[in-house]
């Protein structure tokens, strides 16, 4: 095999420095996040003053922001649950149905990505107050379903465009109703697309601020907790709670990839 060119060999190294340098970039006020979690000084300065572990022991003594963990543990999941099983549902009808204001409702459904969540939170406000819903955690678990749909129903779509129909008309035709259809064919198939609409609807869930802000009243998912702190208090400890929302942020955006490389990988199966 014939050597690269001069040129091509030096645009190629060029490429991986641009590269490097650019996530480098991205990553370093992460990186430093959880570097001076450790830092045994109070206050983030240098030069290193040692390496401690009392700042994760006050982020669980105080309780505050553990508290918010909490609430963000039984609000993300069951948000991500709902929106999933509704978005497959939404996405098998949009994707094998065709009825009378399908394009309408198929618009509808993609509204609240394109609404600014600042928007979002003051109409959410509004509705809430007046069926006496605001400022408990349930407001949350609402607004959240509802913003998480589309991105369910999205990424289920994609997984069912490659499934051919006339796999789900042979098991009719071979005597399975169209629930058994549904349950045995369809729902084993749509497995990669659910379960990763649900981790990034999780995901989406748990880092979200602004609608969570204006619904929450007292009882606050861990990001509104976090800015609360921050008007009241400066510590250490904040570092230690960013760090293992990171931690858990790229374990869950890690089972996203894996379970959706695969199916970006394979081209949609049209039907004869």
Sequence with gaps: MAAKP????????????????????????ILTLVIFSFENSRFPTLPWTGWTWSWYQEMFTDGTLIEALKASLFVSPLAAAIATVLGF??????????????QP??????????????ILGVAFLG???????????YSILITHVVILLPTAIALITLRLMQMPKAIEQAAWNLGA?????????????????????FLLAFTFSFDEFVI?????????????????FLGSNLSPSLNAIGTLVFLLSILL????????????????????
């Design 6 to 29: 001069f040129s091509a060999r030096a645009l190629t190294v060029t490429g991986w420095l641009y590269l490097i340098l650019g996530y480098g970039l991205l990553m370093l006020p």
């Design 177 to 197: 109703t169209e629930w058994q259809a549904l349950w045995r064919v369809v729902l084993p198939w749509t497995v990669p697309g659910i379960a990763g609409a």
């Design 105 to 118: 409702l198929t618009i509808l459904l993609i509204v609240p990505i394109l609404v600014p969540p600042l």
């Design 127 to 137: 509705l809430l107050s007046r069926v006496n819903l605001q400022g408990q955690l």
């Design 253 to 272: 955006l890690v089972g996203v990839e894996l379970l959706l490389i695969p199916m970006l990988l394979n081209k949609p199966t049209r039907s004869r």
């Design 212 to 228: 969570a802000w204006f619904v929450s009243g007292f009882e606050p998912t861990l990001p509104v907790s976090i800015y609360n």
């Design 89 to 102: 549902f939404g996405a098998y009808a949009l994707n094998r149905f065709e009825f009378r204001g399908k």
